[in-house]
T-cell receptor, first 113, second 114 residues
Framework: DTEVTQTPKHLVMGMTNKKSLKCEQH?????MYWYKQKAKKPPELMFV???????INESVPSRFSPECPNSSLLNLHLHALQPEDSALYLC????????????FGPGTRLTVT | AQSVTQLDSHVSVSEGTPVLLRCNYS??????LFWYVQHPNKGLQLLLK??????LVKGINGFEAEFKKSETSFHLTKPSAHMSDAAEYFC????????????FGTGTRLKVLA
């Protein structure tokens, strides 16, 4: 089974709200990723976790806060977002960072009003 | 530096005819190469991967790709297009030297005409 699940599927939030995106995998993968994808563009890497430790932060604004509570779960906490943050947020996992193919979840469609 | 170029932003084919999506890469090291497909408002699905074993790679749904080092190409093909193949396709390179990053091509939108 190569399934990565993400919740919620859709999220609408105001600029003063706090919300969280959730990602889960049960494949025993030790690398997990957050990507942001704007319309008609490829995904852009935001964060990489390897063995539950943050390995890469691609200079993402602090209004995005990742968390990896355990090897199966990845969260993205959102606070004081801007309308330009509206996008599809994709989670991915890989057996090991850098050497294994990534498996993507279906994404969360985020709209910031 | 490594990079990926998808030579066509849009490709249209008739149902039942062959599909060719072109990808060229640039890499100083021996790369791992992937093709992903993304249907509208969906996540990316891995079609196939090349990791220095056989140069002709077979993937899911009848797709295959051939790694040609001399041409630095990794083109995706399918003998007969189906309506369900209409989607966005991304060619991706990942170095085997340990970097954590995928380098994405800009994508090719495949349209299948009835």
């Amino acid at each position: 089974d190569t399934e990565v699940t993400q919740t919620p599927k859709h999220l609408v939030m105001g600029m003063t709200n706090k919300k969280s995106l959730k990602c889960e995998q049960h494949m025993g993968h030790r690398a997990m990723y957050w990507y942001k994808q704007k319309a008609k563009k490829p995904p852009e890497l935001m964060f990489v976790y390897s063995y539950e430790k943050l390995s890469i932060n691609e200079s993402v604004p602090s209004r995005f806060s990742p968390e990896c509570p355990n090897s199966s779960l990845l969260n993205l906490h959102l606070h004081a977002l801007q309308p330009e943050d509206s996008a599809l947020y994709l989670c991915a996992s890989a057996r090991l960072a850098g050497v294994s193919e990534q498996y993507f979840g279906p994404g969360t469609r985020l709209t910031v009003t | 530096a490594q990079s990926v170029t998808q030579l066509d932003s849009h490709v249209s084919v008739s149902e039942g005819t062959p599909v060719l999506l072109r990808c060229n890469y640039s890499s100083s090291y021996s790369p791992s190469l992937f093709w992903y497909v993304q249907h509208p408002n969906k996540g990316l699905q891995l079609l196939l991967k090349y990791t220095s074993a056989a140069t002709l790679v077979k993937g899911i749904n009848g797709f295959e790709a051939e790694f040609k080092k001399s041409e630095t190409s990794f083109h995706l093909t399918k003998p007969s297009a189906h309506m369900s193949d209409a989607a966005e396709y991304f060619c991706v390179v990942s170095l085997t030297s340990g970097t954590y990053k995928y380098i994405f091509g800009t994508g090719t939108r495949l349209k299948v005409l009835a």
